[in-house]
């Protein structure tokens, strides 16, 4: 295995250890930045994500549910789905998830709510 390929492996196991999963469009910047000799930026990256998912207060758990409510906010229903995903792995509940959601109605209005409960029903709903 290639130098790159080991760096590109260990950036994929911090997803892992943060979300539970590589999401796709990191993957898809992880496959082109190893192609390219590019993963000085996607280690740069997952260190900054690192210190402040991680080493931070609030702790893995909050922080996971602050970045689902501020991409609620957002509108960013793809990486709010990601982060959704992060703080069930970091240790949340359905419950948690559903407060996010409810906060997000007052400070960004029906369709942000709309978008968490959406998200929400989907990681909970059980297979046929």
């Known amino acids: 295995m290639s130098a790159n390929a080991y760096r590109a492996d260990a950036i994929r196991d911090r997803y ?3 979300l539970g999963a590589v999401p796709p469009g990191a993957e898809d910047r992880l ?3 190893e192609q390219h000799h590019r993963l000085d930026t996607e280690e740069a990256i997952i260190a900054l994500r690192h210190i402040v998912l991680t080493d ?3 702790g893995a758990r909050v922080q996971q549910l602050v970045h689902f409510g501020q991409l609620l906010a957002l509108g960013r229903s793809d990486p709010a789905r990601i982060h ?3 703080a069930l792995h970091a240790g949340a509940t359905t419950a948690d ?3 996010v959601a409810e906060t997000a109605v007052i400070t960004a209005g029906v369709p942000a709510y709309a978008l968490g409960m959406e998200i929400i029903a989907e990681l909970t709903r059980q297979p046929d």
């Open 31 to 33: 496959r082109l930045a």
């Open 56 to 58: 931070n207060a609030l």
């Open 84 to 86: 959704a995903r992060g």
């Open 16 to 18: 892992h250890s943060t």
């Open 97 to 99: 998830l559903i407060g």
